[in-house]
């Protein structure tokens, strides 16, 4: 008596879980394509927006509209493939003052937490720049696109919150603390 | 004894934009010879967004002044100048006016082939006039300096012939670029 309502209490568990699983559905997992997918920044220099973008990243995308509780991204973008269309400005921002990529060579981008908004989606997630993490959050639009998707958003972060200007570049003037990044990322299923 | 034809000044917006475009070309040099002394960083920036700036100031205010001098023709040169001399004023002036556009012009296409956007003191951003292109940058940044060489040149020759019109002709080239003076010198026509 005793053990057949212990089974069934584990029974309807199973059922229960297997059920609210399958009604949040779980997370697919793709990763960007790197010939159609674009990672921007855009900064302020001397009163005039720059673009940079990085040519290297690798993004590990677990998403699904209906488990966002068990989404996940994972970005790690090569530092070293910052290029903002010229190379004095390049070397600057590689350099020991602003990125130090001989010392922080990739930055690396984790969410922690999703959320639906009136256009699209909101993200919490840590990024860690020059050896320090903090909170970014993400806002973007995902579109499925046959097997794959589309993930389009942008961030907004300040550089000196991860010391990213040292020295002469910590003043504000010329070179704004305010970054926007913009992202284009093209998924395919992980198969 | 040739009779003045004209005892004219020029007229105070000529005036005005005459010694406010003199003014931002010494800051000009001076902006320009303090940054290139600098290493890339901050302050060298920070110089040069000023230079930008103060250049695309320039370009308007030059292109305002053509603008006037073809509604208000400048005074007659003094009567007593040589067929040279005229000649040569003719040259220096025509010469002022299209380095005024020709420097904030070079300056304006060798941030654009940089890369670099040039903003107007932070308030907008000009767009870019051609595409990133390192080898024509290093072309017009030669060709701003060279003209800033050749605008130095003719700004000292024009001070000076200024001065020599003054002290040496006593007439009133001088002085008819200046507000509040008395015209009419009377030695104008020695």
């Known amino acids: 008596m005793r053990g057949r309502r212990a089974a069934s209490i584990v029974l309807l568990a199973a059922v229960t879980v297997w059920a609210a699983s399958s009604a949040a559905g779980a997370p697919t997992g793709y990763s960007a394509d790197p010939h159609q997918s674009r990672l921007e920044f855009v900064g302020v220099q001397a ?46 921002i ?29 993200a919490v997630g840590a990024l860690t720049l020059r050896g320090v993490t903090k909170d970014v959050p993400i806002d973007f639009q995902f579109t499925q696109a046959g097997t794959g998707a589309r993930l389009e958003g942008s961030a907004k972060l300040k550089r000196l919150d991860f010391g990213a200007g040292q020295g002469d570049w910590k003043s504000t003037s010329e070179v704004a603390d305010a970054v926007k990044v913009n992202f284009v990322l093209a998924l395919k299923p992980n198969n | 004894m040739p009779i003045r034809t004209s005892s004219g000044r020029y007229t105070a917006v000529a005036q005005t934009l005459h010694w406010l475009i003199a003014g931002l070309i010494v800051t000009q040099f001076v902006l320009a010879i303090s940054a ?40 007659e040169l003094p009567a007593g100048m040589t ?39 932070g308030l907008f951003t000009w767009p870019n006039l051609i ?53 009419d010198r009377a030695k104008s026509e020695d």
């Open chain 2, 36 to 75: 290139d002394d600098l290493p890339i960083g901050a302050h060298k920036l920070a110089l040069l967004a000023r230079h930008k700036s103060f250049g695309m100031t320039v370009l308007m205010l030059a292109i305002t002044r053509l603008l006037w001098r073809l509604k208000n023709p400048p005074p």
């Open chain 1, 94 to 122: 590689r350099g020991a003052d602003i990125f130090d990529v001989a010392h922080f060579p990739t930055a690396h981008y984790v969410t922690r937490s999703f959320a639906k908004t009136a256009t699209g989606y909101t």
């Open chain 2, 131 to 183: 595409a990133k292109n390192e080898a024509a940058f290093d072309v017009l940044r030669s060709t701003h300096h060279i003209l800033g060489d050749v605008l130095f040149v003719i700004a000292v020759l024009h001070i000076l012939a200024a001065l020599k019109h003054h002290f040496w002709n006593k007439d009133d080239v001088l002085l008819r670029m200046l507000p509040f003076v008395k015209l």
């Open chain 1, 47 to 92: 009163g005039a927006e720059f673009k940079g973008v990085f040519h290297k990243f690798t993004a590990d995308i677990q998403f699904a509209p209906e488990a966002l509780a068990s989404s996940h991204f994972d970005v790690q973008i090569d530092l070293n493939s910052t290029d903002t269309m010229d190379k004095d400005r390049d070397t600057t």
């Open chain 2, 83 to 121: 067929h040279l001399e005229r000649v040569l004023a003719r040259i220096s002036h025509a010469a002022f006016y299209v380095l005024l556009l020709a420097m904030p012009m070079t300056g304006w296409l060798m941030s654009s082939a940089k890369n670099y956007s040039v903003s107007w003191f």
